[in-house]
């Protein structure tokens, strides 16, 4: 999966800030080979990001639904800004795109609806402007 150029900067930023730690923790950092780890370099609990999520969405008064809806969320956003199923299925780690289909057979009668909405208005829009 390719990602865009922002992330690919926040994520070698954070190695950087990670690598600078590592450097001045010297003996005491436990290197491990994930990105996301303890202060030490220590395997972060698998937890640890849920909970902070958790936090963070009390903290600012937002309804928490769990760092799972974040994968039905992208693929919704993907369906409905027009990439096809074929990408979309890849991104979410499916091996058909039968199974993108059955999952988020809604969202993308959804996003027919929509385009076919777009073309009808268009159409509207062309004849009013004839008449």
Known sequence: ????VEVLQL???YRDEQ????IKLGDQWKGCDR??????GEPMHPNTPYEWLKRFCAAHGLRFLGLHAFRPLNASLMINSGIDIK??????GHSQTSTTLNIYAHTLEESQTRASEAVANKIRFGREKQA
């Not at 999966?1 to 865009?4: E, F, G, N, T, W």
């Not at 690598?19 to 590592?22: A, P």
């Not at 990105?35 to 030490?40: I, N, P, V």
């Open 19 to 22: 690598t600078k730690e590592r």
């Open 1 to 4: 999966m390719k990602l865009p």
């Open 11 to 13: 994520l070698w930023e």
């Open 35 to 40: 990105l996301f780890t303890k202060w030490d």
């Open 87 to 92: 990408t979309v299925s890849a991104s979410l």
